[in-house]
């Protein structure tokens, strides 16, 4: 995915073209969305050339129009193929104004439109849209703990992506992977207690599994690209897809990767698997 981003002290040649990690499919409440326009106004105009300061790396526009990609569980009102604009001021979404200033406005206090794919964060309903981090750096796939208190999510704001974890207000945020420079996927364990995510080595992707404060971190996974893990109900095992064998394939694992086993052998490629709630 390409954004354009805006490094200081600003101006109109300190606009950058970078890749960023892709989003992935929207979690509870959100939706994903392609953008096919971005409008330019003067507020856009004075945050590229400095005249409202703005964070280093910050993806400028204050609006955006396109198409829904993707909708997250619980999301109602919108659906795929639905087009949609974005809210100039995101706390603003009807009724009598409910600010009184440009703090928190979208393209100078909070990342804007100008990349290929944005998430909005809403309620069960579609509605009522906020946001929970506010950083230069995307952050992307987002999962609630089981007990609801906690978010884990990918964020490129140490550069590459990184597995990090948030207290479901958004405070507290902590990076968890400390290993190689492009970490995702995260998974909770049914307990919470731990978390499992992907990570590249060597050119490949390996399974790492950690507690959910980052330590006692672990590959489990050596032979072939391995993504995709996830948890058993007891906890206790993972599933997850690998290219061992050339085309991807299911295979089940202990949490410490000592018991391995193959469960898809067919001519196609099998990912993503979901485990049913008993075993």
Known sequence: MKGIVLRQPGGLDRLELVDMPDLGHPGPGEIRVRLHASSLNFHDYAVVTGMIPTADGRIPMSDGAGVVEAVGEGVSELKVGDHVVSCFFPGWQEGPP?????????????????????????????????????????????????????????????????????????????????????????????????????????????????????????????????????????????????????????YFADRDGKTLKQLTRGPGDDTSPAWSPRL
């Open 98 to 250: 409910t600010v009184g200033d440009f703090v928190g406005l979208v393209g100078s206090h909070q990342s804007g439109r100008d990349v290929d794919l944005v998430f909005f964060v809403t309620d069960a309903a579609g509605q009522n849209g906020r946001r929970l981090t506010d950083h230069w750096g995307i952050d992307v796939s987002p999962v609630w703990s089981p007990d609801g208190r906690r978010i884990a999510f990918c964020s490129a704001r140490s550069g590459g992506p990184q597995v990090y974890v948030m207290n479901a207000d958004g405070s507290g945020v902590t990076r968890i992977s400390h290993t190689g420079n492009y970490n995702t996927s995260p998974a909770w364990s049914p307990k919470g207690d731990r978390l499992a995510w992907t990570t590249r080595a060597g050119g490949i992707f390996q399974v790492v599994v950690a507690s959910d404060d980052g330590s006692d971190a672990r590959t489990i996974t050596s032979q072939g690209s391995n993504e995709n893990p996830t948890w058993g109900p007891d906890g206790r095992y993972l599933v997850f897809s690998s290219r061992r064998g050339g085309r991807s394939q299911l």
